[in-house]
Nanobody
Framework: QVQVEESGGGLVQPGGSLRLSCVASGSLFSIKTMGWYRQAPGKQRELVAVITAGGSINYADSVKGRFTISGVNAKNTVYLQMNNLEPEDTAVYYC????????????????WGQGTQVTVSS
């Protein structure tokens, strides 16, 4: 099994910045992708940014130029640097990990963290 833990949410004023971190831990697994999703009240969960083990990155159009995702494969960690935050960015942010677990037989699983609240308000 893989455990996923996020940190770094909080309250920030419009135009401010926050950095989210996510660590995947466990044994006998290999990361395929790590990414961030968010869910605002009354809305569906949506992709924010994802990075593959090979370094390919994809962003939602709404965050391009403002958010930066980066990963450190050796540490199974992913970061989301969020700049120029807007009230519309207010949501619970979830870390997602897709990984192959090698025992008892290799199989790909999808894991979620518990979520961290980001609130952008003056």
């Amino acid at each position: 099994q893989v455990q996923v833990e996020e940190s770094g949410g909080g309250l920030v004023q419009p135009g401010g910045s926050l950095r989210l971190s996510c660590v995947a831990s466990g044994s006998l697994f290999s990361i395929k992708t790590m990414g961030w999703y968010r869910q605002a009240p009354g809305k569906q969960r949506e992709l924010v940014a994802v990075i593959t083990a090979g370094g390919s990155i994809n962003y939602a159009d709404s965050v391009k130029g403002r958010f930066t995702i980066s990963g450190v494969n050796a540490k199974n960690t992913v970061y989301l640097q969020m700049n120029n935050l807007e009230p519309e960015d207010t949501a619970v942010y979830y870390c997602n990990v897709q990984a192959v677990v090698f025992t008892p037989t290799p199989r790909q699983y999808n894991y979620w963290g518990q979520g961290t609240q980001v609130t952008v308000s003056s």
